[in-house]
């Protein structure tokens, strides 16, 4: 069984996940199957659950 996802946002990106509690905005690092790392402009990697990521609002700041 093989499973093709298209993901919204590619390595390189620069994307704002607009969340009126935490808004999180950086550049993707790397994709996995289940997380999306992104580096913030501090330096700080945080990994984001696609679950989570695919309910939110994205915003890509500029594609790669």
């Known amino acids: 069984f ?33 997380y999306v790392y992104i580096k913030l402009s501090t330096g700080e990697v945080v990994t984001i659950p696609n679950s989570l990521l695919f309910q939110k609002a994205v915003s890509v700041i500029e594609k790669s």
């Not at 704002?16 to 999180?24: F, Q, Y």
Request: glycine share 6%; charged share 25%.
């Open 2 to 34: 093989l499973l093709f996802i298209h993901h919204p946002i590619q390595i390189g990106d620069f994307i704002k996940i607009i969340d009126k509690e935490i808004p999180i905005e950086g550049e993707v690092t790397d994709l996995t199957f289940f």
